[in-house]
């Protein structure tokens, strides 16, 4: 499994991004993936994770009502879409795959980590 997170950029506050996370190598798609975040100074953050099929996700009191993730899995990709962005969700992005169906609420629970896509919020 190779991951590349993309969709990162500058947006102002209150906009939206989708961040994209594909899977270079054409394995089975019977990974759980998760959305992490980690802003500069802090730990990294769990965001959301959604199951091997789609068929059960999971998001973070923080962004819930904000964001949501799905996956195409013919296309191998998973997405983040955020909308009502706020400055403190500023941070690098990560997308991980783990080695169940389901996904875990923290990074030790992903065996798999792409590069970080920064997303900046500002006016």
């Known amino acids: 499994v190779q991951l590349q997170a993309c969709g990162g950029g500058l ?13 270079t190598r054409r394995t089975s798609s019977n990974n759980a993936v998760g959305w992490f975040r980690q802003a500069p100074g ?12 789609g068929g059960i996700t999971s998001l973070a009191d ?17 997405y983040l879409q955020m909308n009502g ?14 080695l169940r169906s389901i996904g875990a609420t923290t990074p030790q629970g992903y065996r798999y980590w792409g590069k970080g896509t920064l997303v900046t919020v500002s006016s």
């Not at 802090?42 to 099929?53: G, P």
């Not at 403190?88 to 991980?96: G, M, S």
């Open 85 to 98: 962005l706020k400055p403190e969700d500023t941070a690098v992005y990560y997308c991980a795959a783990s």
């Open 62 to 78: 923080s962004v819930k009502g904000r964001f949501s993730i799905s996956r195409d899995n013919a296309k191998n990709i998973v």
């Open 42 to 53: 802090k730990e990294r953050e769990f965001l959301a994770t959604i199951s091997w099929n």
């Open 11 to 23: 947006v102002q506050p209150g906009g939206s991004l989708t961040l994209s996370c594909g899977n």
